[in-house]
C-alpha cells in the first residue's frame, strides 16, 4: 500500500487537465475578448486608419500620376521633386541598352513637352531650354550605345528626328518671346539704369512719383 | 483591464479549476471541459466589473461552484455538490489496474472525511493551493489551517489503511 501523499499524487495526476484543451479554450477566450473589448488599435484600425490610408494611397496614387504625367510640372513646380523622383526610378530599373535608348527617347520628348507648355504659358527660362538639349544628348548617346539595327532603332531615330524639329520651334519662340515680353526683373535693371541720366529737379511731383512708380515695372507692364 | 492580466488570471487559476469541476462530476473530463469553458467564459464576461479588492482566488472559485451546482440542478439528480466530491471515476482506459485500484481507494476514503477536512486536502494537495490563498477563500487564518490541514491528513492517512484492509482482507 502506498502512504497517503502519493495516493493523492495520483490522483492528482489522473485529474490533470488536458494541455490541449487549455490551448484551445485559451485560444476561445482570446476571441471573446477581442469581441467584447475591442483595443484602441482595433478600433482605429476599423474606424479610422483605413480610410486615411486609402485615402492617403488615393491621392498620393492620384498626385504621383498628375506629377509623372503633366507637363505643367515643371523645376519651378511643387511637384516636380516627385516626378525627377519617379523618373530616376524608373531609369535605375532600366537595364539594356536598347531599354535605356527608349527611356531616354521617351525623356527627350517629356521634356519638349514641358518645353512647349511653357512656351504657351509664355514662362520658357534658359534652364527648361538646358534641360531639353540635355535630354536630347543623353537620348541620342544611348541610341549610340545600341547595337540594333532593326524597326525599333529606326523608330527612336524618327522619334529624334521629329524631337528635333520641336526643340527647334521652342528655342525660336523662346527668343521671340524674350523680346516681347521683357521680365519684371529686367525691366527694373533698365529703369533704374535710366534714372541715373534724369535730372529730376526739373519735374513736378507728379511725374517724380509716375517715374518712381515706374521702377517696379509694374506700370510700364501694363502698358 | 488587459488581455495580458486577463491571460495571467486564466493560466493561474485553469488547473485548479479544472480538478475542483472534474471531481464534482463524476470524474468525467468532457462534462468537466464543458463546465470549465462556461466558468471562464463567464469569468471574461464580468472581468471588467471584478472588484481588485476581491480576492481572484475567491471569485473565480464561487463562479465554479455555481456553474457546477447549476449543471447538477438542470440535471434534476443533486443539489448539494458537497455530496458528489469524489464520486467514483468515469471510463479511464489510460490508467493500469493497479493505479485506478489506488484511486478508487484514495477517493473512497475522501468521501468518508468529514467535508471540512476533505475540503482542506483537496485544496492543498489536489488543487494545490497555498495556505495563504486558502485563507482569502475560507477566511481562517493560514496558521490554523495549516494545523487542520495536518490533522485532516493524519485521518485520511487512518481511513485508507482501512479502505486498504477492506480491498484485501488478509487471509
Redesign the interface.
Same mark, same amino acid.
Given at each position: 500500500?502506498?502512504?497517503?501523499?502519493p495516493?493523492?499524487?495520483?490522483?492528482?495526476d489522473?485529474?490533470?487537465?488536458?494541455e490541449d484543451?487549455?490551448k484551445v479554450?485559451?485560444a476561445?477566450?482570446?476571441d471573446? %475578448?477581442?469581441r467584447? %473589448?475591442p483595443?484602441m488599435v482595433f478600433c482605429l484600425r476599423h474606424r479610422f486608419t483605413v480610410p486615411v490610408v486609402v485615402l492617403c494611397l488615393f491621392v498620393m496614387t492620384g498626385v504621383g500620376s498628375y506629377a509623372y504625367a503633366s507637363p505643367s510640372v515643371t523645376q519651378e513646380h511643387v511637384l516636380f521633386p516627385v516626378k525627377d523622383g519617379m523618373e530616376w526610378m524608373q531609369e535605375v530599373v532600366t537595364r539594356s541598352p536598347s531599354g535605356r535608348a527608349g527611356f531616354h527617347t521617351r525623356m527627350m520628348e517629356r521634356r519638349i513637352e514641358e518645353g512647349e507648355y511653357l512656351i504657351n504659358h509664355n514662362t520658357v527660362s534658359l534652364p527648361h531650354i538646358e534641360r531639353i538639349d540635355a535630354s536630347f544628348a543623353q537620348a541620342l548617346s544611348a541610341l549610340e550605345g545600341t547595337d540594333q539595327e532593326d524597326e525599333a532603332r529606326e523608330e527612336m531615330l524618327n522619334r529624334l528626328r521629329t524631337g528635333r524639329v520641336r526643340y527647334e520651334f521652342i528655342l525660336t519662340e523662346s527668343i521671340e518671346h524674350e523680346r516681347e515680353t521683357p521680365r519684371p526683373e529686367e525691366l527694373r535693371n533698365v529703369l533704374l539704369d535710366l534714372r541715373v541720366h534724369i535730372d529730376e529737379s526739373g519735374l513736378s511731383d507728379d511725374e517724380k512719383r509716375a517715374l518712381r512708380g515706374h521702377e517696379n515695372g509694374q506700370e510700364f507692364i501694363a502698358e | 483591464?488587459q488581455?495580458s492580466d $486577463?491571460?495571467r488570471f486564466? #493560466?493561474k487559476h $485553469?488547473?485548479r479549476v479544472?480538478?475542483f469541476v !472534474?471531481?464534482r462530476v463524476n470524474?468525467n473530463?468532457e462534462v *468537466?471541459?464543458d463546465l470549465? /469553458?462556461e466558468i $471562464?467564459?463567464k469569468a !471574461?464576461?464580468h472581468f *471588467?466589473s471584478y472588484d481588485p479588492e476581491r480576492s481572484q482566488t475567491a471569485w473565480i472559485m464561487t463562479i465554479a461552484r455555481n456553474r457546477v451546482m447549476n449543471h447538477w440542478r438542470d440535471s434534476k439528480n443533486h443539489v448539494d455538490i458537497d455530496d458528489l466530491v469524489f464520486c467514483l471515476e468515469g471510463s479511464?482506459g489510460s &490508467?493500469d489496474a493497479e /493505479?485506478r485500484d489506488?484511486?478508487k &481507494?484514495? &477517493?473512497k476514503a475522501l468521501r468518508t472525511l468529514d467535508p471540512k477536512d476533505r475540503q482542506l486536502?483537496e485544496m492543498k #494537495? !489536489?488543487l494545490?493551493y497555498r495556505y495563504k490563498e486558502m485563507q482569502e477563500v475560507l477566511g481562517t487564518k493560514a496558521a490554523t489551517l495549516r494545523v487542520e490541514t495536518h490533522r485532516a491528513?493524519k485521518k485520511?492517512?487512518e481511513l !485508507?489503511?482501512s479502505v486498504?484492509e477492506d480491498d484485501?482482507p488478509t487471509t
Amino acid at each position: 500500500m502506498k502512504t497517503t501523499i502519493p495516493q493523492l499524487k495520483e490522483l492528482k495526476d489522473h485529474s490533470k487537465p488536458a494541455e490541449d484543451f487549455e490551448k484551445v479554450l485559451w485560444a476561445e477566450l482570446s476571441d471573446s %475578448y477581442d469581441r467584447k %473589448y475591442p483595443s484602441m488599435v482595433f478600433c482605429l484600425r476599423h474606424r479610422f486608419t483605413v480610410p486615411v490610408v486609402v485615402l492617403c494611397l488615393f491621392v498620393m496614387t492620384g498626385v504621383g500620376s498628375y506629377a509623372y504625367a503633366s507637363p505643367s510640372v515643371t523645376q519651378e513646380h511643387v511637384l516636380f521633386p516627385v516626378k525627377d523622383g519617379m523618373e530616376w526610378m524608373q531609369e535605375v530599373v532600366t537595364r539594356s541598352p536598347s531599354g535605356r535608348a527608349g527611356f531616354h527617347t521617351r525623356m527627350m520628348e517629356r521634356r519638349i513637352e514641358e518645353g512647349e507648355y511653357l512656351i504657351n504659358h509664355n514662362t520658357v527660362s534658359l534652364p527648361h531650354i538646358e534641360r531639353i538639349d540635355a535630354s536630347f544628348a543623353q537620348a541620342l548617346s544611348a541610341l549610340e550605345g545600341t547595337d540594333q539595327e532593326d524597326e525599333a532603332r529606326e523608330e527612336m531615330l524618327n522619334r529624334l528626328r521629329t524631337g528635333r524639329v520641336r526643340y527647334e520651334f521652342i528655342l525660336t519662340e523662346s527668343i521671340e518671346h524674350e523680346r516681347e515680353t521683357p521680365r519684371p526683373e529686367e525691366l527694373r535693371n533698365v529703369l533704374l539704369d535710366l534714372r541715373v541720366h534724369i535730372d529730376e529737379s526739373g519735374l513736378s511731383d507728379d511725374e517724380k512719383r509716375a517715374l518712381r512708380g515706374h521702377e517696379n515695372g509694374q506700370e510700364f507692364i501694363a502698358e | 483591464m488587459q488581455k495580458s492580466d $486577463f491571460k495571467r488570471f486564466y #493560466h493561474k487559476h $485553469f488547473d485548479r479549476v479544472y480538478r475542483f469541476v !472534474l471531481f464534482r462530476v463524476n470524474m468525467n473530463k468532457e462534462v *468537466a471541459e464543458d463546465l470549465t /469553458s462556461e466558468i $471562464f467564459m463567464k469569468a !471574461l464576461e464580468h472581468f *471588467a466589473s471584478y472588484d481588485p479588492e476581491r480576492s481572484q482566488t475567491a471569485w473565480i472559485m464561487t463562479i465554479a461552484r455555481n456553474r457546477v451546482m447549476n449543471h447538477w440542478r438542470d440535471s434534476k439528480n443533486h443539489v448539494d455538490i458537497d455530496d458528489l466530491v469524489f464520486c467514483l471515476e468515469g471510463s479511464d482506459g489510460s &490508467q493500469d489496474a493497479e /493505479s485506478r485500484d489506488d484511486i478508487k &481507494q484514495v &477517493q473512497k476514503a475522501l468521501r468518508t472525511l468529514d467535508p471540512k477536512d476533505r475540503q482542506l486536502i483537496e485544496m492543498k #494537495h !489536489l488543487l494545490g493551493y497555498r495556505y495563504k490563498e486558502m485563507q482569502e477563500v475560507l477566511g481562517t487564518k493560514a496558521a490554523t489551517l495549516r494545523v487542520e490541514t495536518h490533522r485532516a491528513m493524519k485521518k485520511l492517512k487512518e481511513l !485508507l489503511t482501512s479502505v486498504y484492509e477492506d480491498d484485501h482482507p488478509t487471509t
